[in-house]
C-alpha cells in the first residue's frame, strides 16, 4: 500500500486504512510552498492504493482575523484526478498557518460514489474552535453513537453528522471529540482528546479499533497514534526531528526521501505542534476504574477506590429496563446514570464524579445501585478528591 518517491520506499510494509498528511506553520515561505507541493504530491501516488476520493482543507484569513477552513473534496483516485494538482496550487496560493489532506480506502458508510468525507470541519459550540480533521483506521460506529448519546442524547443534532444513517466513523469520531471539548469548555483540548481516547478504549472493550488522527483549528496541530488490540500500531509520523521548529508536518508515514527527519509517534501517544514551541508528546494511558458485572452471582471491583472516572461494566441478560443510580452515604440521590430500555448484552456506563446539577462530589463513599429484569446489586465507590 505505499509507493516510491526518487527511489525511497514510503514503508509500504505498513498496513493502514487511508493516509492523512497535515502542516502548521509560522510564516509562509519558499520554503513552506515547497515543502507543501512535495508532500502533496507524495500524498498524491499513495491515492493508488487508497481510490475512494481524496481531500484538502486548509485555513484563510477573515476579515476579524479569525482562521476559516476551506474545504476541497473529490470522488476520483487522487492520481488519476486533474484537479488534484490544481488543488495543490489553490492551498499554495491561498494557506494561512495550517493545512490538511487525505487520500481515502473506504472502511466505514458510504465507501463509494462520494467525494472524500475528509478532512472533516467540526466547530464546537461552547467555546471558540473551528477545526479541520483526519481520521486513519477503523471504529466501531454502533459504540461511538452510543458514547456520543450518552453524554448528551441532543448532541447530533446540534452537531449533525455529515451522513446519515449510513454513519461514517471517522465523522462520528470528530463529533466526539468535539462533544467532549463543549461538554467540559474548562479543560485544554489536550485533556479533552485524553479524555475522549479513554472512553472509547474503555466502551470498546475487547474490540480492535485504529483512531490515529490528525486536526488542527489553525495555530496548533494535534496528531493521535492509538491502535488497540493490534500486534503492531499503524504509524504516524513527525517533521522535523527537532525540538523546536517554525513549521511542523505530520503524516500517516514519510513523504519524502529525509526519512531519518521524521520522527515516529509511538502507539498510545498524543503530540501537539505548535510553531517556535517544543514538540509536546503526551503518553495516554487507561485511567478508568473499572467494575465488572458478569451476572446476578459473579462480580468484583478493580480496583476501588477511583479519582478521576470510574467505568461501569455490566451485563443485561434479557431485554428490558435498567436502571444505574448513584447515591452517597445518606442515601440521597446523587447521579442518574441510566433510565431506559436495553437489550442483553455487555454495557459501559460512567460516573466522573459530577451530580444531577453538574457539580463535582466531594471525596468520600458511594453506593452504586444497578438493577435489571433479573437482578440487583448495589456496589460500593470510593471517590478520593
Known amino acids: 500500500m505505499g509507493c516510491l518517491l526518487n527511489g525511497c520506499n514510503l514503508h509500504s510494509e505498513k498496513k493502514h486504512e487511508c493516509r492523512f498528511w497535515g502542516i502548521i506553520f509560522s510564516e509562509k515561505t519558499p520554503k513552506i510552498n515547497n515543502l507543501i507541493k ?11 492504493n487508497n481510490p475512494d476520493g481524496w481531500g484538502m482543507g486548509y485555513f484563510v484569513p477573515s476579515l476579524n482575523d479569525i482562521l476559516l477552513p476551506v474545504i476541497r473534496r473529490a470522488e476520483p483516485s487522487a492520481p488519476i484526478d486533474p484537479r488534484y494538482s490544481e488543488i495543490i496550487n489553490e492551498v499554495i496560493r ?11 480506502k473506504g472502511s466505514s458508510g458510504l465507501t463509494s460514489g462520494i467525494p472524500d468525507p475528509h478532512p472533516f470541519r467540526r ?42 444513517p449510513n454513519y461514517l466513523d ?3 469520531w470528530a463529533i466526539f471529540l468535539t462533544e467532549i471539548m463543549d461538554t467540559y469548555p474548562g479543560l485544554t483540548i489536550e485533556e479533552c ?12 472493550v475487547l474490540q480492535g479499533a485504529q483512531m490515529n488522527f490528525v486536526m488542527s483549528e489553525g495555530s496548533i496541530i494535534w496528531a493521535l497514534n492509538f491502535t488497540k488490540s493490534e500486534p503492531k500500531a499503524i504509524t504516524v509520523y513527525y517533521y522535523p526531528d527537532l525540538l523546536i521548529s517554525d513549521y511542523w508536518v505530520v503524516a500517516s508515514q514519510p513523504l519524502d526521501t529525509l526519512t531519518q527527519k521524521w520522527v515516529e509517534i509511538p502507539n498510545r501517544t498524543l503530540v501537539c505542534l505548535k ?9 495516554i494511558f487507561r485511567k478508568f476504574d473499572t467494575i465488572w458485572i458478569k451476572d446476578s452471582n459473579d462480580f468484583f471491583n478493580h480496583p476501588n477506590p477511583f479519582n478521576h472516572t470510574v467505568a461501569i461494566n455490566y451485563y443485561v441478560s434479557k431485554n428490558g429496563p435498567v436502571s444505574i443510580n448513584i447515591y452517597d452515604e445518606s442515601g ?31 471525596g468520600g463513599i458511594y453506593f452504586c445501585h444497578i438493577k435489571d429484569t433479573n437482578k440487583e446489586k448495589v456496589l460500593k465507590l470510593i471517590l478520593t478528591r
Open 123 to 164: 466547530k464546537c459550540i461552547n467555546r471558540k474552535f473551528d477545526m479541520l480533521f483526519a481520521h486513519n483506521g477503523n471504529i466501531n460506529v454502533d459504540v461511538l453513537l452510543s458514547l456520543i448519546f450518552y453524554i448528551n442524547p441532543f448532541y447530533l443534532e446540534k452537531n449533525p453528522p455529515d451522513y446519515a
Open 170 to 172: 471517522s465523522d462520528l
Open 38 to 48: 512535495t508532500h502533496l504530491d507524495s500524498l498524491r501516488q499513495l491515492g493508488s
Open 94 to 104: 491561498n494557506v494561512e498557518k495550517s493545512a490538511v489532506a487525505h487520500v481515502r
Open 193 to 204: 482528546i485524553k479524555m475522549a481516547v479513554i472512553k472509547l478504549d474503555s466502551a470498546l
Open 332 to 362: 440521597r440521590l446523587v447521579k442518574r446514570l441510566i433510565q431506559g430500555l436495553e437489550i442483553q448484552g455487555e454495557y459501559t456506563a460512567y460516573w466522573d464524579g459530577v451530580d444531577d446539577k453538574g457539580v463535582y462530589s466531594a
Open 275 to 283: 510553531p517556535d514551541e517544543p514538540v509536546r508528546l503526551i503518553p
